[in-house]
Protein backbone atom coordinates (compact mmCIF):
# COMPACT_ATOMS: atom_id res chain seq x y z
CA UNK A 1 0.00 0.00 0.00
CA UNK A 2 1.48 3.48 -1.18
CA UNK A 3 -0.40 5.40 1.00
CA UNK A 4 -2.06 7.02 -2.28
CA UNK A 5 -5.55 6.83 -2.48
CA UNK A 6 -7.69 7.06 -5.60
CA UNK A 7 -11.83 6.81 -6.15
CA UNK A 8 -13.74 5.50 -7.59
CA UNK A 9 -11.62 2.36 -8.77
CA UNK A 10 -13.77 1.47 -11.84
CA UNK A 11 -15.80 3.70 -13.89
CA UNK A 12 -18.16 3.05 -16.85
CA UNK A 13 -19.65 6.11 -19.21
CA UNK A 14 -21.08 6.88 -22.38
CA UNK A 15 -19.29 9.22 -25.34
CA UNK A 16 -19.80 12.87 -24.73
CA UNK A 17 -20.11 12.29 -21.15
CA UNK A 18 -17.78 14.12 -17.71
CA UNK A 19 -16.20 12.31 -15.10
CA UNK A 20 -14.02 13.52 -12.23
CA UNK A 21 -11.54 11.23 -11.15
CA UNK A 22 -9.88 11.69 -7.58
CA UNK A 23 -6.75 11.33 -5.73
CA UNK A 24 -5.64 11.74 -1.82
CA UNK A 25 -1.77 12.15 -1.88
CA UNK A 26 0.17 10.34 0.88
CA UNK A 27 0.30 12.50 4.02
CA UNK A 28 2.63 15.17 4.16
CA UNK A 29 3.38 15.07 0.35
CA UNK A 30 2.91 18.62 -1.48
CA UNK A 31 3.43 17.46 -5.63
CA UNK A 32 0.28 15.31 -7.53
CA UNK A 33 1.35 14.01 -10.94
CA UNK A 34 -1.33 12.58 -12.94
CA UNK A 35 -0.51 9.93 -15.91
CA UNK A 36 -2.88 8.13 -17.82
CA UNK A 37 -2.10 4.49 -19.53
CA UNK A 38 -3.95 3.45 -22.71
CA UNK A 39 -2.80 0.07 -24.30
CA UNK A 40 -1.46 1.75 -27.35
CA UNK A 41 0.43 4.70 -25.37
CA UNK A 42 2.00 2.92 -22.73
CA UNK A 43 1.92 5.54 -19.30
CA UNK A 44 2.20 9.18 -20.09
CA UNK A 45 2.31 11.63 -17.79
CA UNK A 46 -0.79 14.26 -18.15
CA UNK A 47 -0.01 17.01 -15.51
CA UNK A 48 1.67 17.91 -12.11
CA UNK A 49 0.66 19.90 -9.29
CA UNK A 50 2.71 21.26 -6.48
CA UNK A 51 0.98 22.75 -3.54
CA UNK A 52 -2.25 23.76 -4.90
CA UNK A 53 -0.48 25.48 -8.00
CA UNK A 54 0.20 23.77 -11.64
CA UNK A 55 4.05 23.03 -11.86
CA UNK A 56 4.09 21.21 -15.12
CA UNK A 57 2.18 19.55 -18.29
CA UNK A 58 2.47 17.07 -20.41
CA UNK A 59 0.00 15.32 -23.47
CA UNK A 60 -3.05 16.51 -21.67
CA UNK A 61 -5.91 17.14 -23.93
CA UNK A 62 -8.19 20.48 -23.90
CA UNK A 63 -10.83 18.53 -22.66
CA UNK A 64 -9.08 17.24 -19.85
CA UNK A 65 -8.56 19.65 -16.69
CA UNK A 66 -6.98 19.22 -12.77
CA UNK A 67 -7.09 21.17 -10.20
CA UNK A 68 -5.17 20.60 -6.55
CA UNK A 69 -7.52 21.49 -3.25
CA UNK A 70 -5.89 23.36 0.26
CA UNK A 71 -5.79 20.02 1.48
CA UNK A 72 -3.92 18.47 -1.27
CA UNK A 73 -6.18 16.46 -2.90
CA UNK A 74 -6.47 16.59 -6.81
CA UNK A 75 -9.67 16.00 -8.88
CA UNK A 76 -9.01 15.13 -12.57
CA UNK A 77 -12.04 16.38 -14.73
CA UNK A 78 -12.53 14.66 -18.40
CA UNK A 79 -15.26 15.75 -20.19
CA UNK A 80 -16.48 15.31 -23.74
CA UNK A 81 -15.27 11.64 -23.05
CA UNK A 82 -14.47 9.88 -26.32
CA UNK A 83 -13.71 6.04 -26.80
CA UNK A 84 -10.66 6.82 -27.31
CA UNK A 85 -10.19 8.09 -23.45
CA UNK A 86 -10.11 4.46 -22.18
CA UNK A 87 -7.42 4.10 -19.94
CA UNK A 88 -6.32 3.86 -16.55
CA UNK A 89 -5.65 6.82 -15.20
CA UNK A 90 -2.75 6.88 -11.69
CA UNK A 91 -2.04 9.06 -9.43
CA UNK A 92 0.98 9.76 -7.97
CA UNK A 93 2.51 11.64 -4.86
CA UNK A 94 5.97 12.75 -3.80
CA UNK A 95 7.01 15.03 -1.09
CA UNK A 96 9.12 18.43 -2.71
CA UNK A 97 10.59 19.64 -5.40
CA UNK A 98 14.05 20.31 -5.67
CA UNK A 99 14.39 18.03 -2.16
CA UNK A 100 17.05 15.63 -2.77
CA UNK A 101 14.95 13.13 -2.78
CA UNK A 102 11.65 13.17 -4.77
CA UNK A 103 10.40 9.60 -5.11
CA UNK A 104 6.96 9.33 -6.53
CA UNK A 105 4.37 6.93 -5.41
CA UNK A 106 1.53 5.58 -7.26
CA UNK A 107 -2.03 4.78 -6.26
CA UNK A 108 -4.04 1.78 -7.38
CA UNK A 109 -6.01 3.89 -10.54
CA UNK A 110 -8.77 4.17 -12.18
CA UNK A 111 -10.27 2.22 -15.06
CA UNK A 112 -12.45 4.58 -17.11
CA UNK A 113 -14.49 2.71 -19.43
CA UNK A 114 -16.22 4.86 -22.49
CA UNK A 115 -18.62 2.71 -24.14
CA UNK B 1 16.34 13.57 -19.53
CA UNK B 2 17.86 10.40 -20.98
CA UNK B 3 16.50 7.54 -23.17
CA UNK B 4 16.73 4.06 -21.90
CA UNK B 5 16.84 0.70 -23.43
CA UNK B 6 15.56 -2.33 -21.76
CA UNK B 7 15.21 -6.00 -23.14
CA UNK B 8 11.71 -6.22 -23.96
CA UNK B 9 10.95 -9.51 -21.79
CA UNK B 10 13.08 -12.14 -19.82
CA UNK B 11 12.41 -15.37 -17.81
CA UNK B 12 13.89 -16.47 -14.68
CA UNK B 13 13.47 -19.78 -12.13
CA UNK B 14 11.71 -19.14 -9.00
CA UNK B 15 14.08 -18.49 -6.04
CA UNK B 16 16.88 -17.92 -8.73
CA UNK B 17 18.52 -13.89 -8.96
CA UNK B 18 16.69 -11.93 -11.41
CA UNK B 19 19.05 -9.72 -13.53
CA UNK B 20 17.42 -7.16 -15.55
CA UNK B 21 20.10 -4.90 -17.38
CA UNK B 22 19.51 -1.06 -18.67
CA UNK B 23 21.11 0.85 -20.88
CA UNK B 24 21.47 4.47 -20.44
CA UNK B 25 24.43 6.16 -22.47
CA UNK B 26 23.29 9.75 -22.52
CA UNK B 27 23.12 10.10 -18.89
CA UNK B 28 24.35 13.57 -17.74
CA UNK B 29 25.99 13.69 -14.34
CA UNK B 30 23.36 14.90 -12.36
CA UNK B 31 20.66 12.45 -13.18
CA UNK B 32 19.65 9.49 -11.05
CA UNK B 33 19.08 5.79 -12.24
CA UNK B 34 15.25 4.77 -11.20
CA UNK B 35 13.27 1.82 -10.85
CA UNK B 36 10.12 1.13 -10.66
CA UNK B 37 7.85 -2.06 -11.52
CA UNK B 38 3.74 -2.48 -12.71
CA UNK B 39 2.16 -5.73 -11.24
CA UNK B 40 -0.61 -6.23 -14.28
CA UNK B 41 -2.40 -3.00 -14.21
CA UNK B 42 -1.50 -2.03 -10.58
CA UNK B 43 -0.23 1.29 -9.99
CA UNK B 44 3.38 1.62 -10.40
CA UNK B 45 5.75 0.62 -7.42
CA UNK B 46 8.91 2.12 -6.58
CA UNK B 47 12.10 -0.40 -6.08
CA UNK B 48 14.93 1.60 -5.80
CA UNK B 49 17.09 4.52 -7.16
CA UNK B 50 20.99 5.69 -7.07
CA UNK B 51 23.48 8.23 -8.93
CA UNK B 52 26.07 6.38 -8.92
CA UNK B 53 27.34 4.25 -6.10
CA UNK B 54 25.40 0.58 -5.80
CA UNK B 55 22.16 0.54 -3.93
CA UNK B 56 20.27 -1.82 -2.06
CA UNK B 57 17.30 -1.70 0.15
CA UNK B 58 15.04 -4.93 0.98
CA UNK B 59 13.52 -5.15 -2.29
CA UNK B 60 16.59 -5.05 -4.68
CA UNK B 61 20.34 -4.35 -5.27
CA UNK B 62 20.89 -1.42 -8.25
CA UNK B 63 24.29 -2.22 -9.46
CA UNK B 64 25.81 1.13 -11.66
CA UNK B 65 28.78 0.83 -13.99
CA UNK B 66 31.41 3.26 -13.02
CA UNK B 67 31.04 5.37 -16.64
CA UNK B 68 27.40 5.56 -15.14
CA UNK B 69 26.01 4.12 -18.97
CA UNK B 70 24.35 1.09 -17.20
CA UNK B 71 22.94 -0.39 -14.66
CA UNK B 72 21.55 -3.39 -13.47
CA UNK B 73 18.71 -3.77 -11.37
CA UNK B 74 19.15 -7.55 -9.16
CA UNK B 75 16.05 -8.87 -7.19
CA UNK B 76 18.08 -11.90 -5.50
CA UNK B 77 15.63 -14.48 -5.18
CA UNK B 78 12.87 -13.99 -7.60
CA UNK B 79 8.86 -15.36 -6.46
CA UNK B 80 6.57 -15.94 -8.46
CA UNK B 81 4.88 -12.24 -7.31
CA UNK B 82 7.73 -10.82 -8.76
CA UNK B 83 6.06 -11.24 -12.50
CA UNK B 84 5.66 -7.56 -13.81
CA UNK B 85 6.86 -5.22 -15.79
CA UNK B 86 9.96 -3.50 -14.95
CA UNK B 87 10.97 0.33 -15.50
CA UNK B 88 14.52 2.22 -15.78
CA UNK B 89 13.99 5.69 -15.89
CA UNK B 90 16.34 8.16 -15.74
CA UNK B 91 15.90 11.56 -14.16
CA UNK B 92 17.03 14.66 -12.72
CA UNK B 93 16.46 14.41 -8.76
CA UNK B 94 14.50 17.32 -8.63
CA UNK B 95 10.84 16.93 -9.22
CA UNK B 96 9.27 16.53 -11.78
CA UNK B 97 7.68 13.94 -14.33
CA UNK B 98 8.88 10.08 -14.45
CA UNK B 99 8.79 9.17 -18.87
CA UNK B 100 8.24 5.56 -18.79
CA UNK B 101 9.13 3.72 -22.29
CA UNK B 102 8.25 -0.14 -22.88
CA UNK B 103 10.36 -1.54 -19.80
CA UNK B 104 11.38 -5.49 -19.33
CA UNK B 105 8.35 -8.17 -18.91
CA UNK B 106 10.18 -10.22 -16.40
CA UNK B 107 8.61 -13.79 -15.72
CA UNK B 108 9.58 -15.60 -12.80
CA UNK B 109 8.54 -19.55 -13.92
CA UNK B 110 7.96 -22.33 -11.21
Known amino acids: DSGVTQTPKHLITATGQRVTLRCSPRSGDLSVYWYQQSLDQGLQFLIQ???????AKGNILERFSAQQFPDLHSELNLSSLELGDSALYFC??????????????FGPGTRLTVL | DAKTTQPPSMDCAEGRAANLPCNHSTISGNEYVYWYRQIHSQGPQYIIH???NNETNEMASLIITEDRKSSTLILPHATLRDTAVYYCIVRINQGGKLIFGQGTELSVKP
Open chain 1, 92 to 105: ASSPFLGWSTDTQY
Open chain 2, 50 to 52: GLK
Open chain 1, 49 to 55: YYNGEER
